[in-house]
């Protein structure tokens, strides 16, 4: 965490450093911004691959070719590596991996955007997902949020909504309102029946299908999703998983 002293109005410390503020050592803003360490936001342990679309030519040159394409939300992939396909549970190994211009490559890390080939022929699509049988993610219906709501229409219990959450989407229930937060105080409003613009609280919903995710905390790739009206197709909230 970096604390900067600046004026906007001055320009101290924003591009330049500051001559009123001698006691300051630390980096201009500008500085920060453009030298900052961001890798570690990528987590590279919890192997996720949501599958977006399922590449099949079906002409004479590519007779056979069945590639699995998406992005790599998490983790590292390579050629040989023993994958698992959720939900089916099926368990085979990957047989390449192609990147930009159809370019096989040798590892897949996130957030590239590639085409998987598997050494069997399975039955997946979109939503699906590969992970590591020893590593799995959450999976489940009953899905615990907190999340930001973002239309005038009020956020009730017993509401339907669309989710989107990775390449997966479904329908939702919210089935309870745990709290609100007070932004001013940060305390809990324990007793709130709605939710209204810009209020943030933490809800439960039940989908209509199981979703395959982690919590926030851990990955933030498979642990965000938004919530859609199916009416009118708005985003009326963003979501961060507890659990």
Known sequence: MYFIPISALLGDNVVDKSK??????????LYLLENIHIASDENLIDCRFPVQYVIRPRDDKFHDYRGYAGKIESGIFKPGDEVKVLPSGFITKIKSI????????DEAFPPMSVSIQLEDDLDISRGDMLVRENNLPLISKDIDLMICWMNKEKLQIGNKYVVRHTANETKCLVKEILYKLDINTLHRIEDAKTLGLNEIGRVKIRTAKPLFYDKYKDNRATGCMILIDEH???TVAAGMIRG
């Open 20 to 29: 009123n503020m001698a006691w300051y050592e630390g980096p201009t803003l």
């Open 98 to 105: 192609e990147g930009q211009n159809n370019k096989k490559i």
């Open 232 to 234: 009118t197709n708005e």
